[in-house]
Each structure stands twice: as C-alpha cells, then as structure tokens.
Antibody, heavy 124, light 108 residues
C-alpha cells in the first residue's frame, strides 16, 4: 500500500524559499505523475503543479514564476520549492500520486493517494 | 476565481439523494475527479473518470457528466458524508489541473 509523507520546515520567513519533500513508500514512482496541492486556512484546494517520474513538469500558471518541482526516483522522493514567499503562501501543503488513464481518446488524471499534509506558516 | 465552478453549500436530509455539480468549459473535453475532505484531514478520492470508485468508497457515490457540467451524486446520504467536496479536472488549455472552489455538504 503506497503511502506519502510530506516533510520540511513549518515556518518560513517572508521573501525566502519554501522547500518541502514528499517521500513515497510502499511502491514505485514509475508511470505516475506526482503532485503538490495546498490549502490556505479556511479556503479551498489549490493545485501547485506536478512532475512525471521521468521529470516532465507542469505548474499552476499563477505560481509558475516562483515554483519548481523536482523528482529523485532513487530516493523515492519529489520536492517543491516556492520562492519569494509571502503571508499568502501560508497553507497546508499536500503531496499526491496522480495516475492517468484514457477513454474515448481523452486522457484524465486523478489523485488517488494523498499525504496527510504539512502546515507551513510564512512569518514576517 | 476558478475555471471550475461549484455551489458553495448544499444540504440534504438524511437518507435522501443529493447532486453536487461542477461547471467549466474544460469539462466538455475532460473527465472530472471528486474529492471528499473532512475537517483537519487530507482529501479522499471518491469518484473519477467515467464513474469509477476507488476501493472502499461506498456505491452510493456516483459520478456523471453532461456537456460542461460534471456531477457527483450521493444516493441515500449518510451523516458521515457531511464534508467539503471538490472537483478537479484539466483547465481550458488542457495543460494544467484545476480545482473547483468546493461545496460544503450538510446532512440534516
């Protein structure tokens, strides 16, 4: 049974870079996308981006200039860096596995395994 | 605002049927996935693709799609179904994923 666990600092200073790692246990990273999602206090879910196990990435256009997602399949980990953080980046950050499939010629994606989430607070 | 639009809140009487909808231009081309989130917990996948349920999800949760609207129907809502529900799909460009704003479901 695949499990995901987020790790990283819970407190980041404004203007610095937020760095989190997601460790995948109980399964291989191959043939999946791996995603980061966040949720500000009292608000909805926001997709940050994903990375394919081979390294191809896609980012939320609203965050693209500040975010980088990397993967290290030898360690069964993927990571997110978010630069120049402000209070608006305070959130619970989740990582998730993203399988994909196709039907009638259309691909679709879904997040079937999630980490428990880690709270990151940006302080001034 | 999100490219996927959900009603902020919906209520249903215990044991009755409720439909939670998600509207967006991209849904005419891509399937949605649906997530249930209870307070203080990570989201849980409840339906995806053309009405697929992960193992362990009760069959009272079903998904459907018509035009630019995806729907999650709960047939015979239970007290434990009270939660926030989010849809997710590709955006208009097809290059990114996007979540709906979420629907808070209250079971009366």
């Amino acid at each position: 049974q695949v499990q995901l666990q987020e790790s990283g600092p819970g407190l980041v200073k404004s203007s610095e870079t937020l760095s989190l790692t997601c460790t995948v246990s109980g399964g291989s990273m191959s043939s999946y996308y791996w995603s980061w999602i966040r949720q500000p206090p009292g608000k909805g879910l926001e997709w940050i981006g994903y990375i394919y196990y081979s390294g191809t990435t896609s980012y939320n256009p609203s965050l693209k200039s500040r975010v980088t997602i990397t993967v290290d399949t030898s360690k069964n980990q993927f990571s997110v860096n978010l630069s120049s953080v402000t209070a608006a980046d305070t959130a619970v950050y989740f990582c998730a596995r993203v399988p994909y499939s196709s039907l009638n010629g259309f691909y679709y994606y879904y997040m079937d395994v999630w980490g428990k989430g880690t709270t990151v607070t940006v302080s001034s | 605002s999100s490219e996927l639009t959900q009603d902020p809140a919906v209520s249903v009487a215990l044991g009755q049927t409720v439909r939670i909808t998600c509207q967006g231009d991209s849904l005419g081309s891509y399937y949605a996935s649906w997530y249930q989130q209870k307070p203080g917990q990570a989201p849980v996948l409840v339906n995806y693709g053309k009405n697929n349920r992960p193992s362990g999800i009760p069959d009272r949760f079903s998904g459907s799609s018509s035009g630019n609207t995806a729907s999650l129907t709960i047939t015979g809502a239970q007290a434990e179904d009270e939660a926030d529900y989010y849809c997710n799909s590709r955006d208009r460009s097809g290059s990114h994923l996007v979540f709906g704003g979420g629907t808070k479901l209250t079971v009366l």
